[in-house]
């Protein structure tokens, strides 16, 4: 089982590569491809899981509004939750501004298609698939 553990965030982050049979010509391209999907997909997704944390505090603190150590709890919860929030968004910013200082570009790449659509690539080029 602790295996599996190991093994699922892989498979986690390699499941958009075997799916769309992505192809990548250098390392640049496989570091934006990572880049834009942890901007994508996984930081709205541990901030959902952060609104939902405190939404769960936030219910747990009125549900139980006569029993002290219920309210406590609820709000401990309240209060990791917008800590939670606080970093994931902190820390995104920062990382943004750091991108945007250097110029690293986190461009979520383009799949092919079956039909040729125009498209702008990581380095500003247009062109078709």
């Known amino acids: 089982m602790k295996k599996i553990f ?3 965030p892989f498979f986690v982050f390699l499941t958009p590569l075997i799916a ?3 192809t990548f010509n250098n390392a640049a391209q496989l570091f934006d491809f990572f880049t834009g999907f942890i901007n994508q997909y996984i930081i709205p997704f541990l901030i959902a899981l ?6 769960w505090g936030a219910g747990t603190f009125i549900r139980n509004a006569e029993d002290t150590n219920a309210r406590t709890e609820g709000k401990m919860f309240m209060i990791y939750g ?3 929030l606080f970093v994931i968004v902190a820390f995104w910013g920062i990382v943004q501004i750091l991108m945007n200082t250097f110029s690293i570009n986190s ?3 383009r799949f092919p298609s079956s039909s040729p659509t125009p498209y702008n690539d990581i380095y500003g080029n247009i062109g078709t698939f």
């Open 82 to 84: 917008i800590i939670g």
């Open 6 to 8: 190991k093994t699922l």
């Open 107 to 109: 461009a979520f790449p």
């Open 50 to 55: 952060a609104v939902v944390y405190f939404l």
């Open 20 to 22: 769309f049979a992505a």
